[in-house]
């Protein structure tokens, strides 16, 4: 019987059909001012694409900050979960995840069975996460794309100290202003989100193997210079964003032969 | 409770209502009537208690003084003295929710709002002539530093005395005899605001009345270890005001008593209805205070089967002393403290509770600005996690709601209860 799980992040919302572990179906859509419209849109999408109709499924798990307000789920679960059992899923030597959406890092630890064992969120604030690296990109009038390229290693890093996203958009604003190079004050941004995470990853410990979920595993300046500070191979699968809903889609698998 | 007095009481009115005695006397007559419903006739005592103390610093006839958490009060009862705690008052004033009021006053007078909130709250009903000035201002430095630097702070302000007990970090002979020279000058201090010379047989009758206290607070105890024990930390927290201000009264030994005295009874009659009580899925503990506004946290694990069956702040930390010798018996009190001094005597407790409560895992609310319960965490969580007990930490702040992030806070329970399970 295929399953679908659906995970509803304060950015993108993407939905992952599975039938006995083959994936029928994964769309990924922009969440949007309202998450219950996003869920039944990228729904309707995935359903279209694998060519079902909603009957079929068997059983849906959600997951995600919306994860509260999808009507049509049958259970809620956690990204914490949900990521850690898509991450093991795709590679089963993996013991640490990094997850860095739009509002949320986290990093889970997982033990050689892929159960959770550990867990470390941000603070509240949107500091070293996807969303402070579209604040930057918007204050350089750049994009994602560009952001996401690596630099040479002889390009300088700007120094950005601020942790407060406003705060350092003003500061990127006055580096341009004072004639830096763009890609020194890129470096100097992708470093602060570096920074931030890896005391992050600290507090539960690192252990290798090391994913990298979530859509800022997409950048690969980001990533790059990730493994050059924990000095440790980063494994990112094809998809990062959608590793979530893979994961509700895995549970729901569980769920329904129960 | 606090629903009722703030829907049927409290709506439309400001906390200028708060500072009539007649108000407190209105109260106390409510609760003897059974106006006002207590799930434990213990906790209506409580508050009965409480308003006494509160009703007498708004009628002002008696001397009264602020105490930061921890401060011997044996000496206040002995001499008549109301004491008054601003850390659990601020608690009340948030779970009727006029703490903005306060917090704002504070701030606007450049207290940071990176200082504990139970603190600038209490700062803030005080610059703004709500709560009268006290008479003085007594701290003891163990645990909670900012209190002593608030207090000393007002002081100044309204020079009033500041009356500090330096406790030392280590529990040995040499502490016990600082701490008891101290206590002597102390005693002379607080006779000066109360007007009159402290008698040794009050002061005896005080510790021991912290004795009984004490092995009242045991028996509860006890009694919680119980699969079928209904009392919960949400629960517990409503005798928070007993244990900060209430050591050395002549009541509170039987407010305790009463409260195992219920519980035994709840027990056996859950024991004896087939469909009682059953034990929870998980049992966990809880580290340090909660947040006193609404925000759901443990209705929230407990709709989900997790109960938190004990909380740190509720374990008796002090061995028995010999009552005929006050002082000691109060220093001996003074430097037992497990959440002062080396972190090791700090592990040691939580890992017996865990064990004694035979709990699944351990929550650690993280209030915003206090070094004492936030430092150590990375060490506590790791020699937890060598037991095999998950620790969560929760981010968030017990008075000022604009730190809460619900959102967030909803995920990380979910989360740990997902690793629970
Ligand atoms: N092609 C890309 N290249 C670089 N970065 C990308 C790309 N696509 C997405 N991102 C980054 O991923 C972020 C969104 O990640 P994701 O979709 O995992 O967030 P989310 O799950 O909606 O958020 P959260 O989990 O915090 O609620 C964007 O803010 C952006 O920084
Ligand atoms: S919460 Fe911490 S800082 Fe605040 S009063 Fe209590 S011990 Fe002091
Ligand atoms: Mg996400």
């Known amino acids: 019987m295929p399953v ?38 990228a729904m309707k999408e995935a359903l279209e694409k694998s060519g079902l109709s909603f ?88 994009d994602l794309e560009e952001m996401s390229r690596p630099s040479a290693p002889s390009v300088k890093t700007a120094n950005i100290s601020s942790m407060c996203t406003v705060f350092a958009e003003s500061e990127v604003v ?85 | 409770m606090y629903d009722f007095i703030k829907n049927k009481i409290i709506r439309g009115k400001t906390p200028s209502m708060f500072r009539l005695p007649f108000v407190y006397s209105l109260g106390k007559a409510m609760v003897r009537c059974n106006l006002l419903k207590f799930s434990y006739r213990s906790a209506a005592m409580t508050v009965e208690y409480g308003m006494e103390q509160i009703r007498r610093i708004f009628k002002g006839r008696s001397p009264y003084v602020w105490v930061s958490a921890f401060f011997p009060t044996e000496f206040l009862h002995a001499l008549d003295i109301v004491s008054f705690s601003p850390e659990v008052i601020s608690a009340l004033i948030t779970s009727l929710g006029f703490q ?12 940071s709002r990176d200082n504990c909130s139970f ?60 701490v008891t020279r101290q206590l002597q000058k102390i005693i002379t201090l607080l006779e000066g605001v109360a007007g009159t010379r402290l008698r040794v047989e009050k002061l005896e009758e005080a510790v021991f009345n912290t004795e009984k206290t004490r092995q009242a607070m045991l028996k509860v105890n006890e009694l919680r270890r119980h699969p079928y024990s209904p009392l919960r930390s949400k629960d517990a927290f409503a005798y928070l005001y007993l244990y900060f201000t209430g050591m050395g009264s002549r009541v509170v030994p039987g407010i305790y008593e009463t409260l195992a005295a219920e519980l035994e009874k709840k027990i056996k009659e859950s024991q004896n209805s087939k469909g009682g009580e059953t034990s929870p899925r998980y049992r966990l503990l809880w580290m340090h205070l909660q947040p ?58 939580i890992k017996e509770l865990a064990r004694r409560y035979n709990v699944d895992g351990v929550i650690h609310f993280s209030h915003w600005g206090c070094r004492q319960s936030c430092g150590s965490l990375n060490i506590i969580r790791n020699s937890l996690q060598e037991e095999g007990l998950p620790f969560l930490v929760l981010d968030g702040d017990c008075v000022d709601s604009r730190n809460f992030a619900s959102g967030q806070v909803q995920t990380r329970i979910d989360g740990f209860l997902e690793m629970l399970a």
């Open chain 1, 55 to 142: 009957n079929e499924l068997g059983y849906i798990v959600a997951t995600g900050y919306g994860r509260v307000s999808v009507p049509f789920a049958n259970k809620k679960v956690t990204e914490i979960s949900c990521h850690g059992k898509g991450a093991f899923f795709l590679h089963p030597g993996v013991r640490t995840v990094i997850d860095i959406g739009g509002q949320d890092s986290k990093v889970i630890r997982l033990s050689p069975q892929g159960k959770v064992i550990d867990f470390v969120m941000n603070e509240k604030c949107a500091a070293g996460t996807g969303r402070f690296l579209e604040v930057m990109a918007h204050a350089l009038e750049t």
């Open chain 2, 100 to 111: 903005n009021n306060f917090l704002e006053e504070a701030e606007s007078r450049w207290w």
């Open chain 2, 292 to 349: 006193f506004y609404q925000n759901g946290i443990m209705d929230y694990l407990e709709a989900n089967g997790a109960e938190l069956v004990f909380e740190d702040f509720s374990h008796v930390y002090w061995e028995s002393w010999d009552p005929g010798r006050p002082l000691e018996y109060i220093a001996n009190r003074m430097l037992a403290h497990f959440n002062y001094g080396r972190i090791e005597r700090r592990i040691k407790v």
């Open chain 1, 4 to 41: 679908a799980g659906i995970d509803i992040g304060s950015l993108s919302t993407e939905v992952v059909i599975l039938k006995k572990e083959e994936m029928l179906a994964q769309v990924i859509i922009p969440t949007g001012a309202n998450s219950k419209l996003a869920a039944e849109k």
């Open chain 2, 119 to 178: 603190h600038r709250c209490a700062m803030g009903g005080l610059i703004s002539n709500f709560y009268p000035v006290p008479a003085a201002f007594c701290a003891s430095s163990h645990l909670c530093e900012g209190g002593v630097f608030l207090f000393n702070n007002l002081a100044r302000r309204y020079h009033r005395p500041f009356i500090l007990l330096d406790t030392p970090l280590d529990n040995n002979d040499n502490s016990l005899l600082y």
């Open chain 1, 174 to 258: 006055s580096l341009v202003a004072e004639g830096h190079p763009r890609e020194e004050i890129i470096k100097g941004i992708i470093y602060s989100v570096v920074e931030r995470t890896i005391s992050l990853a600290r507090r539960v410990g690192v252990e290798e193997e090391l994913m990298m979920t979530g859509g800022v595993a997409k950048n690969i300046a980001l990533r790059e210079a990730l493994e050059k500070s924990l000095g440790i191979k980063i494994t990112v699968p094809d998809e990062p964003q959608a590793v979530g809903a893979l994961g509700a889609a895995l549970l729901a698998a569980e769920e329904a032969v129960k």
